[in-house]
């Protein structure tokens, strides 16, 4: 049988990191984002559950890169959360 996509679960790598396949997932927001704009353990079995699904890459929601800016709704880009986006890396990473 002839496939129309044969290279879509071969690796493939971009800059120096190799994806195990090229099926990246789409953002989606988070599902518990805490008041100083943390990931939560929700969001990070969610995400987990994204990577078992067999995506090469899991992207996470938008995040805030400005102190000023809005962010009730999306995760805040700053030193204070980074041991957070660590851990739900590993977790994802992890689970593939």
């Given amino acids: 049988m002839e496939r129309k996509y044969p290279h879509l679960t071969r690796p493939i790598t ?13 953002p989606m927001g988070g599902t518990d984002i805490t008041n100083d704009g943390c990931i ?13 699904g067999g995506a090469g890459a899991v992207t996470v929601s938008e995040c805030m ?17 980074l041991n957070s986006l660590a851990a739900a890396t590993y977790t994802a990473a992890t689970a593939g």
Avoid: C, W
Avoid at 68 to 81: K, R, V
């Fill in 14 to 26: 971009i800059g120096r990191v190799t994806f195990r396949n090229r099926m990246f997932s789409a």
């Fill in 40 to 52: 939560g353990p929700k969001s990070t079995a969610f995400y987990e559950l994204r990577a078992r």
């Fill in 65 to 81: 890169v400005h102190p000023q800016t809005d962010g009730s709704h999306a995760y805040h880009l700053d030193t204070s959360i």
